[in-house]
Each structure stands twice: as structure tokens, then as C-alpha cells.
């Protein structure tokens, strides 16, 4: 049954918590055109939408949005502040709105993927040395058997490189042939280059987690060991 | 590390930049001639974080620059709508972990869509999550494309893609270039 909204009731924490945090999300500005609901691929799923979803913040519906599992199902994509004339933060609301859920309840799959990231280096959760190993041993078949790519550098570590390039975790565990077609480009162009060891995962799941903490501790340790350990002056996000 | 404000001395790019550096430079020697008479069809997922998040539409154009390359300019056909105005594949932001598995391909049948009218059979997608996403999804909705690395479509077009390392291929590529003077 529809009820009429008592303005003088509205008690919108929620936004005041947003706007807290992000104090460019515009929140109060939107218009209600609509323009990133009709382009959001995860609109109607479980029965909410981005315009809708900025109303129930505005209007203070905090208990509805906090239980929402829209929160996990938008991709925080940017289309839609992308396209929005107020520039209304969708996609930073719906990370606080993720970031309100106790971290024991977020989704297991993404919650294990960042907790192993923090741990290992790598969402798959790979050592370190099994990483190594299974770089060389793919290097070294290629350099054995192909001629063409007998004098092929491939490295962890090596100090100095000028490229350090992340590598998705998921090749050397499922699929390692899949390393080397990369580094057949890297030797035909010259490119001196090596692999960090130290949260070497192209990945980032605490980002989808929404645990700052998590985050910035990866961030963190990936950049000291760039700068102090490897001094490589450029870094290479993946493919 | 722009939100947390840590400071780095690195600079920060990506491999797709670097492609499209090294074949201006001429430093990457690659055409499209193994495709001249396949003529197979390639679209593009343009990577909702390293697009429209991070480096714009320089980035999408770049891709799209390597991309013509190594395939052919009359072999490339764009989705609409791409670059920064792209849709997102419906697997980013952790929904491949999050286990919301249908929404997660109701969110995906917009790309799937948009692949199937392109008509191209091979889809290239330079980010992992869109991969994975992009196969679920033709895999469900009973598409019939594949989903490529560039890396691999470079190396193919380069002569030096090993017998192996063609596990995303379709049978139309399985063999090529793999029974000339290349291989040992």
C-alpha cells in the first residue's frame, strides 16, 4: 500500500554519510531525468534502478538500502555518471552502500579473492615461488624448443627493468601457456622488462570488496616495493 | 592510489598503449596480411576501467588502432555504442564472484546483444573479467564467437602463436601459421 512521505520525518543518515565521504557526489542535484536508468544495463534487476536508488538516499530510505543486493550487481561501470548532466556519483554511492555491509556478509567470492590478495599477493592465492616457478618453466620450454626465441628475457625481480608489468593471477594457475604469447611481443620490440614479486595480481578485489583498508594496504606495499626494491620507472597494467 | 594519495615516482600505463606506441614507432612489426583472404570478423569490448574510468577515449581510439593492425581495417566491426560510451560486460566490480549468477547475465544480454548484431566471431577482450564474462555469456545465450587476448590475435598475425597457446581459438585459427618454415 502507498503511504504519503511526512517530509518532516526524513532522516537520510545514509547521505549525509555519502556526501561525508564524497563531497562531490552531487546526491541532491538530480534532476530525476532518468537518462542513467534508460542506460544501465542493471536496471529493473531486483526491482531497483539508479534513479530510484537516489531517490530512496534522498528521501532517507536507509534501512531498504542497506539490505539491497543491487548493491553487488551494479559493476560501479560509470556509465551512468558518465552520461548524467548533474554528475551525480552513482557508482561512489554504490561503493559506500557496499562498504556498509559487514564485511562477513559481503559476497564470499569476492571477500575470499581480496583476503587472499592481502595474504598471497594474488587473488588466486599462488606463492610466490610457485609463481617463479612457473614463469621459468614456461620461459624456459619456449627458449628450448623455439629458436626463435632462444635469447627470450623473461624475469621476476630484476632490478633496474624499466617496465614491471601485473600479471592476472589466473594465467599461471589455469592456463600458464597463455603467459607467453605476451612475452613474444616483449622480445620482438626489445622491451626491457620483469614481473614484481610483491602483490604482483593485476586483479583487485578489495576494490570490489569495498575495503579501503584492504586496498590501500595492497596499494601500498605495490608501490614501495616499484619505487625502493625494483626502481622501475614505468609500471604496465595488463591486458 | 589517486584515493589514498600515495605517491609513487613510477609512471603508469598499459600494454594497449604500449602496442599502439611500438607499431607507430615501427619497433612492432605486424600486419593484417594472414587475414587478407580469411576476412574473419573482430569486435571489441572497450574495458569500463581502463577506458571510460581511467585513460578515455584515447585508450578505446589506440585499441582500436592495434586492433585494425593486426586484423584489417575492413575485418573490424565497432559495437554500438563503444569507446567511453561503451556498456559494461556485466562482469566487473566483482559480480563474476559476487554470485548473483542470473542478474549477472541479464545485466550481460545487453553486451551479448551487442556482439550478435556486430556479427563478428571473434570478440576481443583486453581485461579479464570481461573475458570470462563474455564467454559466460555467449556460452548461455547460445552465441557463437570467441573471446581473444590481443596478445594472441598479435601473435598470430606475427607467425610466432604456438601450438599451445591457442586454448581461445575457434577451429578456423587452430592451424594457422603452424605449418610453415615457423615452427621448429
Redesign the interface.
Known sequence: MSLPIEINDMEPEFKALVLDRVPTANLDLCLTCGTCTAGC??SE??EMDPRKLVRMVVLGLDEEIAKT?WA????????CV??CPMKVDIPKLVYNMRAGWPREKR????L??CDMHIRAGNAMGVPTEDFIWTVEDVAEE?QM?????KDMQVSVDRPGAY???NQ?S?EPVT?P??L???W??LH????DWTYPSVMWG??N?CL??AD?EG??YI??EF?YH??NTLK???????? | ?RK?K???????????T??AQ?IREG???VNSDWNKDLKIKFTAQDP?N?V??TWGQKMADDMRFVIRTIVGEENFIDMVPNG?????C???????????TD??R??????FNQIQETRATYVFA???NCHAQIEDIGHHFGGHYNVV????I??LA?G???E??R?YLGDDLKDIGLNKE???
Open positions: 544495463p542493471a534487476l531486483f543486493p553487488w550487481v551494479c559493476t560501479m561501470c560509470t556509465r558518465n552520461a559476497p564470499k567470492g569476492i575470499g579473492s619456449i624448443t623455439d629458436p626463435r626465441f617496465y614491471a608489468i592476472n589466473r592456463e601457456d597463455e607467453a604469447p605476451l613474444k611481443i620482438a620490440v626489445g622491451a593485476g586483479e578485489y570490489f570488496l579501503d586496498w590501500r596499494l601500498e608501490v616499484i619505487d622501475c620507472p614505468v609500471v604496465v597494467n595488463t591486458e | 592510489m589514498f600515495i605517491d609513487h615516482k613510477f609512471e603508469f600505463t598499459t600494454l594497449i604500449l602496442y611500438w619497433k612492432l612489426k569500463c581502463m571510460r574510468k567511453i560510451n561503451n556498456y559494461c556485466g562482469g566487473g566490480g566483482g559480480a563474476l564472484q559476487a554470485g548473483f542478474q549477472r541479464a545485466y550481460g544480454k545487453v553486451k583486453p581485461c579479464h587476448h590481443i596478445w594472441t598479435m601473435c606475427m610466432v602463436l604456438g599451445n597457446e586454448t615457423d615452427q621448429p
